[in-house]
T-cell receptor
Framework: QQQVRQSPQSLTVWEGETAILNCSYENSAFDYFPWYQQFPGEGPALLISILSVSDKKEDGRFTIFFNKREKKLSLHIADSQPGDSATYFCAASPSGSWQLIFGSGTQLTVMP | EAAVTQSPRNKVAVTGGKVTLSCNQTNNHNNMYWYRQDTGHGLRLIHYSYGAGSTEKGDIPDGYKASRPSQENFSLILELATPSQTSVYFC????????????FGPGTRLTVL
């Protein structure tokens, strides 16, 4: 049973468009949601994160929208650049825990 | 610069053989983790450690052992490798507190023939 689900599995957008990556979860105990970015041949790295007390978190071109009632969140990448092409993992963590539960990832390709 | 390194980066093993994957971190983090990454499954936790001398089972520990001889080093051991263990393995370190960022190594690609 996958506790964190991501869609789509792969996404292609044109340079300058907004890419929208979706994530949903099942466990109400999750209250911390980081997104990790992974380039080919490298390990994942933390991109941006949100706590469940917030409904939005922005960091430059990257924005997380969070809907606690529906147990859904999304990562919006505005003005997408070819350098944003990577795999993005949504993760979730129970309250106060170090443990991360990862989704299966979305592979993003930004076409120039 | 703080970092997590892994060795080897690539490994080909034979079925039934013993494989040891090594990880070193200079972050001085108490927690270290071993994950495997497979298409369609994301990252799954195999073993983790709270500090030197401790190892704990993660979500998919069967067929794997771990060893944490020091703060800096954490090894993953496959005593009898099987083709189903062909995967990319990532080591990570993190502080022992809630909401802590995990810092990942570059990964080891293991192929078991």
């Amino acid at each position: 049973q996958q506790q964190v689900r991501q869609s789509p599995q792969s996404l292609t957008v044109w340079e300058g468009e907004t890419a929208i990556l979706n994530c949903s979860y099942e466990n109400s105990a999750f209250d911390y949601f980081p997104w990790y970015q992974q380039f080919p041949g490298e390990g994942p790295a933390l991109l941006i994160s949100i706590l469940s007390v917030s409904d939005k978190k922005e960091d430059g071109r990257f924005t997380i929208f969070f809907n606690k009632r529906e147990k859904k969140l999304s990562l919006h990448i505005a003005d997408s650049q070819p350098g944003d092409s990577a795999t993005y993992f949504c993760a979730a963590s129970p309250s106060g825990s170090w443990q991360l539960i990862f989704g299966s990832g979305t592979q993003l390709t930004v076409m120039p | 610069e703080a970092a997590v390194t892994q060795s080897p980066r690539n490994k080909v093993a034979v079925t039934g053989g013993k494989v040891t994957l090594s990880c070193n971190q200079t972050n001085n983090h108490n927690n270290m983790y071993w994950y495997r990454q497979d298409t369609g499954h994301g990252l799954r936790l195999i073993h983790y450690s709270y500090g030197a001398g401790s190892t704990e089972k993660g979500d998919i520990p069967d067929g794997y052992k771990a060893s944490r001889p020091s703060q800096e080093n954490f090894s993953l051991i496959l005593e009898l490798a099987t083709p189903s263990q062909t995967s990319v393995y990532f080591c990570a370190s993190g502080e022992d507190r809630g909401y802590a960022e995990q810092f990942f190594g570059p990964g080891t690609r293991l192929t078991v023939l």
